[in-house]
């Protein structure tokens, strides 16, 4: 699947949470634009070591992202396994439901730890790789929650939120080591049964997006790809949304 030839050829990317839906969109996008893809899954294992031989040229790391030691050691496996790290998306995440009034501290912190720590130590860990390369790009797979909440969301939105203001800070401070930084906000990605699960959801999403379709795995990825590529080398610091358009619908 790999394209040698492609604009991410020879590089080594690693995609966090990559047995899921959108990461493994993200991670076939990666490898046929010619990168070797890291493949890190928590608790899908089959699922990752599928992908992982659909693709080819692969490797796949688990470990809890939840925890710093854990962060590092997927990184530091994901460098050596070719002696260099050139792109990380911060993918792996939660999305629970729950109504703000009905919210402990512990959930609350469980989402910021899932979704926003894991990126935060995963970014430091792979800092220290690139810089000593001179160069390297960090994409947060955020959300267009992170800047329009929804209810039942407010823990997750937050997060989202604070990946991209992580994704503008850490753009700033990393720049003067060759490290670009930003955020992809995907809106509906699709997925087997979403339309049966949330009917009415889809059908609302579907009336407001100007582009009249729900978003792909695939699409995410292919925003990764550029972001991570030389035709984004003079771009740090950025949200891209990829929803169809939704956020220029007026809200009144």
Not at 72 to 82: G, I, K, P, T
Not at 145 to 154: D, F, K, L, M
Not at 176 to 184: D, K, M, P, S, Y
Request: proline share 4%; aromatic share 4%; glycine share 12%.
């Amino acid at each position: 699947m790999t394209d040698v030839s492609g604009p991410l050829a020879g590089r080594v990317a690693l995609v966090t949470g990559a047995s899921g839906g959108i990461g493994r969109g993200i991670a076939r996008q990666l490898a046929a634009a010619g990168a070797s893809v890291v493949v890190h899954c928590h608790n899908g294992a089959e699922r990752a070591e599928e992908l992982a031989r659909e693709i080819g040229d692969a490797l796949v790391v688990s470990g809890d992202l939840t925890r710093e030691e854990e962060c590092r050691r997927v990184v530091e496996e994901a460098a050596s396994w070719r002696g260099r790290l050139d792109v990380l998306v911060n993918n792996a995440g939660i999305q629970p439901v729950r109504e703000l009034s009905a919210l402990g501290v512990a959930d609350w912190q469980a989402v910021q730890q899932a979704n926003v720590v894991s990126a935060f130590a995963c970014t430091q860990a792979a800092v220290d790789v690139m810089s000593a390369q001179g160069a390297g790009s960090v994409v947060h797979i955020a959300s267009v929650e992170g800047t329009r909440p929804s209810p039942g969301h407010a823990h997750y939105s937050a997060s989202k939120a604070a990946l991209i203001m992580h994704a503008r800070a850490a753009a700033l401070e990393y720049g003067a080591l060759g490290i670009r930084v930003n955020t992809v906000s995907p809106g509906l990605i699709d997925r087997p049964g979403l339309s049966d699960d949330w009917p009415s959801g889809v059908r609302r999403w579907l009336d407001s997006a100007p582009l009249a379709r729900l978003g792909r795995p695939e699409d995410v990825g292919a925003a990764c790809v550029f972001l991570a590529s030389d035709a984004a080398s003079w771009i740090t610091g950025v949200d891209l949304p990829v929803d169809g358009g939704v956020g220029v619908r007026p809200g009144w």
